[in-house]
């Protein structure tokens, strides 16, 4: 198979979810070497996940690395061209499905070994810390914009227009996972910052479907928010950035 935007997308993605719920996982489930590790933890692989995820999308095909429909969204709003959202959208869902997959995996042993269905919910789905739809999916859209207005301005200073700054080649995915860091360290705290639609979306199906023992639901009623609001801040974020700068 030939490397394509198609293909670096749905690879990238299933990285960033292997790496960043895996990092939950060590955290939260029971006898791993990372158990009770803590948010710091979390947030750290979470913005190494990113970074890494971007990498891999890069070498399969995708010069882009959205990995987040809420970027390729955003980045279409911007640009008024929707044209990758058909693409796009489908790799990033079905890798992430594919990463939440091979974390359980990974973790198979642990799933019985842990007795609380929350922490094996909270190792594929996010969930609220208070349970408030409004104020939850408020939390989700202030982060996103915060994420696009913060992915374009370190696109900015990646250009070559001198007047723009200029960073070496390869220095972007550092700094995007650094954002996603920031984010979850400032934000996180209050719905566990999904800030990307099939992040929370791919993972939720494959805990409701897998086999994991004693494992409880799957917390659909709360499902919708980390979808709509990642994908309501994303078209907010992209419009306010052609507002003012395009």
């Given amino acids: 198979m030939q490397p394509s935007p198609f293909l670096g997308e749905l690879v990238g993605t299933m990285v960033l979810i292997l790496l960043g719920n895996g990092v939950v996982a060590n955290v939260v489930l029971k006898q791993t070497k990372g158990e009770s590790a803590g948010w710091i933890v979390i947030t750290a692989g979470w913005g190494f996940a990113v970074m890494i995820g971007i990498f891999t999308a890069n070498a399969f095909g995708s010069a882009a690395a959205h990995l987040n429909p809420a970027v390729t969204i955003a980045f279409a709003f911007l640009r008024q061209d929707y044209s990758l959202l058909a693409s796009y959208l489908p790799a990033q869902l079905i890798g992430a499905f594919l990463g939440a997959v091979l974390v359980w995996l990974q973790y198979l042993p642990h799933w019985k070994a842990t007795e609380d269905q929350g922490s094996k919910l909270a190792c594929f789905a996010t969930g609220p810390a208070i349970r408030s739809s409004g104020s939850n999916f408020v ?51 209050t719905t566990g910052y999904a800030i990307n639609p099939v992040r929370d979306l791919g993972p939720r199906i494959a805990h409701a479907i897998l086999p994991i023992p004693d494992k409880g639901s799957s917390d659909w009623s709360y499902g919708w928010i980390p979808v709509a609001g990642p994908v309501l801040g994303a078209i907010a974020g992209g419009l306010i950035l052609r507002f003012f700068y395009f």
């Fill in 139 to 189: 939390s989700e859209f202030i982060a996103t914009i915060i994420l696009i207005v913060g992915v374009v301005a370190i696109g900015y200073a990646g250009t070559s227009d001198p007047d723009r700054g200029g960073i070496p080649s390869g220095v972007a995915p550092y700094l995007v996972g650094m954002l996603v860091w920031s984010i979850g360290l400032s934000l996180g705290g």
